[in-house]
């Protein structure tokens, strides 16, 4: 009887302490709230700390913006990593290692500290031409002013225009060094990573399926490379954010991201249906890692094949315990890396001239999909048209986007030649069409 009150009391004190947003968790996903939380918070805070430099206060600001119970999380920094618990429970770790970024641990930690990022080569790749001028940059200011002054957390906004950078504006505490977490936006580098290697021929174009081994002998083999790529392989998933979900176990619990994905039932056929899954995202992080060698070769694959060219030098590409980069979610990188994946695009996946990415490569990532429900999606990326009406009206049809949580957006707009750039912690929707579409007119 004593063993059971010892685990039943924390639980009980839990229950009589936790503010309203707890509470409103069932009884039964109490442990799943717990470990979301905690799992949550020593993602996000080992990596705001030794990634992008921030405090205790901003992070547990940042981490607050998803659930206030959050500021109640205590974090215990050590010298590469925090522990982190919620009323003394359901203690939850992370570990740094440079190059790699941080990582929760529930894995073996041996294979990730066998792994190493080459370092990064003389050659600058990418030129970046900066000429800040108004009124552009005044836009991007008043702008950045405006949506602080709202409460939207706006922390950098540039603007590129052809090859040439000619806005940019970062809010007090942040600047062109700050390593900034894309979230969703690794989505549409992965697909990038997918077409240079199409370009390099270690994979033909539109692989069919099945993409993996386990899928060969039931209805997931006829998933083809194209169909994971737009988001419409038919796969079962649970994609909202609430304790015990599929994309919660898979970011903050699970040891492999990819499996979880990988264990997922076929539910409709391929193409018919879209559906944003981040766990598709990993799946084709998983296909080029198999298809590269494995985890190390991935990563020197992505340095020396996708960063290095890029000129994304500041860029950070986290990796779950398996060694397998977290693409759905985990890259952290500059507002200047950032815009330079935008320019690629607009340059029609050339790199100083040269083809970078298959020739119609960036024509067949921003052709609306063939779903039956919303055509607006290509490979990763978020397209204005190609439905009934347009996703952000006001803005040109042919217009689209990187996107990630907080309101982060790589937007681009080819007939106009430019790239804008906005990165945030939004609590919220950012009203993207609204601001994008006022500082495109001020431009």
């Excluded at 998933?223 to 919660?248: F, H, K, N, R």
């Excluded at 119609?360 to 009406?389: E, I, K, M």
Aim: one cysteine or more; charged letters at 15%; hydrophobic letters at 45%.
């Amino acid at each position: 009887m004593k063993r059971v009150l010892l685990i039943l009391l924390p639980l009980l004190m839990v229950l009589f302490v936790a503010p309203p947003a707890l509470l409103g968790t069932p009884l039964w996903q109490l442990g799943n709230a717990l470990a979301l939380a905690t799992g949550l918070g020593a993602k996000l805070a080992c990596s705001g700390r030794f990634v992008s430099g921030f405090d205790d206060q901003r992070i547990l600001d940042d981490l607050a913006s998803y659930a206030e119970v959050n500021r109640r999380l205590s974090l215990d920094f050590t010298a590469d990593g925090v522990q982190v618990t919620l009323f003394g429970l359901a203690a939850t770790s992370a570990t740094y290692r440079p190059g790699l970024g941080c990582t929760l641990d529930t894995g073996d930690a041996a294979l990730l500290d066998g792994l190493s990022v080459p370092p990064t080569a003389a050659s600058p790749g990418m030129p970046l031409a900066v000429a800040i001028a108004d009124p552009a940059q005044q836009a991007t200011q008043a702008l950045l002013r405006a949506d602080n002054a709202e409460g939207l957390q706006t922390r950098a906004l540039l603007v590129l225009q052809g090859d040439t950078l000619i806005a940019e504006s970062y809010a007090p505490g942040f600047d062109a060094g700050s390593r900034l977490l894309g979230w969703s936006m690794g989505k549409s580098l992965m697909a990038i990573v997918i077409g240079r290697m199409e370009a390099l021929e270690i994979i033909p174009a539109g692989v069919p399926g099945p993409l993996f081994p386990a899928w060969a002998r039931d209805d997931r083999a006829r998933i083809g490379l194209t169909a994971v790529l737009q988001m419409t392989s038919g796969l079962g998933w649970q994609e909202d954010y609430v304790p015990g979900s599929d994309s919660t176990r898979m970011l903050f619990r699970a040891p492999s991201a990819s499996a979880v994905a990988l264990a997922s039932p076929a539910e409709h056929p391929p193409g018919e249906q879209f559906y944003y899954s981040s766990g598709s995202t990993n799946l084709l992080a998983r296909f080029a890692a198999e298809r590269l060698g494995g985890p190390q070769a991935q990563l020197d694959f992505l340095q020396r094949e996708v960063l290095q060219p890029l000129g994304m030098a500041g860029a950070v590409l986290e990796v779950d315990p398996t060694g397998l980069v977290v693409a759905s979610s985990f890259v952290y990188a500059t507002a200047r890396d950032w815009v330079r994946l935008g320019r690629l695009l607009l340059d029609q996946g050339a790199v100083n001239g040269r083809p970078f990415l298959p020739p119609g490569w960036v024509a067949r990532a921003t052709r609306p999909n063939n779903s039956l429900n919303d055509p607006r999606y290509g490979y990763q990326l978020w397209l204005n048209g190609g439905g009934s009406q347009l996703r952000w009206p006001g803005l040109p049809p042919n217009a689209y986007a990187m996107l990630g949580n907080r309101g982060q957006a790589v937007l681009v707009l080819p007939d106009e030649a430019l790239v804008l750039v906005r990165l945030g912690w939004t609590a919220g929707d950012y009203p993207l069409a609204q601001k994008m579409g006022g500082l495109l007119s001020r431009l």
